[in-house]
Structures are given as structure tokens and as C-alpha cells.
T-cell receptor, first 109, second 114 residues
Framework: GQSLEQPSEVTAVEGAIVQINCTYQ??????LSWYQQHDGGAPTFLSY????GLEETGRFSSFLSRSDSYGYLLLQELQMKDSASYFC??????????FGTGTRLTVIP | DADVTQTPRNRITKTGKRIMLECSQT?????MYWYRQDPGLGLRLIYY???????NKGEISDGYSVSRQAQAKFSLSLESAIPNQTALYFC?????????????FGQGTRLTVV
């Protein structure tokens, strides 16, 4: 089976940096993705790591360590609009996309 | 127009009724998925399909069935709805040819079973 663990809630100050961790156990692994979901909205894709290392896209970066079954999403220069839920998701050996339970990020002034 | 369209957006139905949720896409993607979302439980995979002739069960398929009528259409049925199937349902698509496997989601269907 599959399991992903990520913190349920994180609070950070506007302008700061926050890291959301994700550890996974899966039968077969191709890569780790991150999605953002605002309240009442649909999840939207942020990033994908198929190889170890850091991927950077603007204020957001994502990291993967296959040997540690671990990844994280790094959000820099936090803005109020970054308040949302963030989900890590693994692409499994069966080629399906399996999501974690999500981390609710609250950005405070 | 949205690339991934779900209908209806909201539905209230009675216990024991059959209900179908529909999803259509204009992205030309081969892969389609149905997820349900419950507070605190994230997105759980119900069924997925890699092409018209390929249907696979996800982690919570009991009580659900699907039909891939065409590459662009993937419908989810609840044969006899029960209250614990009250949830937000999302359809998603992805393209097997893209290495990042980005999934595109519909706007969701909020289903209430009373």
C-alpha cells in the first residue's frame, strides 16, 4: 500500500519562509508532486520531482531525496494569498497519483 | 470554457438512489481519475483509467463504479447512495506523455446524501 505523512497545519508570518515536509512509503515510486488548494477551489499543480534534488519555480521550491523517501516544499517571501492547503502526491509504480492528507498553511500579517 | 468540466456542481440525493457524476475534458489527455475529498483525509483515489479500455480500482472503490465512454468522458456512479458518501468529488486528467505527470482537476461536485 501507500502512505504519505505531512503536517496537518503550519502557520507563518507574511514575508517569511516556510517548509512543508512529506515522507512517503509506496510500492513503486516514480516521483513526488505538490499541489495547492484554496478553500472552495480545485487542487492546482505546483511542482514535480522525478529525480533527487531541488526544483525551483519562482518563490516555490521542491526537494526530493529518494533514499530517505522524503521531500519538502519551500515557500519563500510568503504572501497572504499563499494561505491554502498543500498536498504532496506520489506517482506510484502502478502509475496512479496518490495524495497525502494535506497541510493547511495560514499566513499571518 | 474549463478544460475539465464536472456536472453537476452540487447535488443532494436520498439514501438508496442511483446517481451519476460526469466528467468531460478537452485537453486530449489519456489518463482520467476520480477522487473524493473529506475534511482531514485529503484526496482519496476511487478509480482511474489510462484509456478507454483500461479501468482500475483505487483505494476506496467499494460502492462506486465508473465508465469511460470515450477518451474525453469518465463518469462515476453510486449505485445506491449512502450518507457516508457525502463528500466533495473531483475528476482529474493527466497526459502520460509528459514526464511531470501534472494532473488537471475539475471544479468538483459537492454531493450530499440524506
Amino acid at each position: 500500500g501507500q502512505s504519505l505523512e505531512q503536517p496537518s497545519e503550519v502557520t507563518a508570518v507574511e514575508g517569511a519562509i516556510v517548509q512543508i515536509n512529506c515522507t512517503y512509503q509506496t510500492s513503486g515510486f516514480y516521483g513526488l508532486s505538490w499541489y495547492q488548494q484554496h478553500d472552495g477551489g480545485a487542487p492546482t499543480f505546483l511542482s514535480y520531482n522525478g529525480l533527487d534534488g531541488l526544483e525551483e519555480t519562482g518563490r516555490f521550491s521542491s526537494f526530493l531525496s529518494r533514499s530517505d523517501s522524503y521531500g519538502y516544499l519551500l515557500l519563500q517571501e510568503l504572501q497572504m494569498k499563499d494561505s491554502a492547503s498543500y498536498f504532496c502526491a506520489v506517482l506510484t509504480g502502478a502509475n496512479n497519483l496518490f495524495f497525502g492528507t494535506g497541510t493547511r498553511l495560514t499566513v499571518i500579517p | 470554457d474549463a478544460d475539465v468540466t464536472q456536472t453537476p456542481r452540487n447535488r443532494i440525493t436520498k439514501t438508496g438512489k442511483r446517481i451519476m457524476l460526469e466528467c468531460s475534458q478537452t485537453k486530449g489527455h489519456d489518463r482520467m481519475y476520480w477522487y473524493r475529498q473529506d475534511p482531514g483525509l485529503g484526496l482519496r483515489l476511487i478509480y482511474y483509467s489510462f484509456d478507454v479500455k483500461d479501468i482500475n480500482k483505487g483505494e476506496i472503490s467499494d460502492g462506486y463504479s465508473v465508465s469511460r465512454q470515450a477518451q474525453a468522458k469518465f463518469s462515476l456512479s453510486l449505485e445506491s447512495a449512502i450518507p457516508n458518501q457525502t463528500a466533495l468529488y473531483f475528476c482529474a486528467t493527466s497526459d502520460s506523455r509528459t514526464p511531470n505527470t501534472e494532473a488537471f482537476f475539475g471544479q468538483g461536485t459537492r454531493l450530499t446524501v440524506v
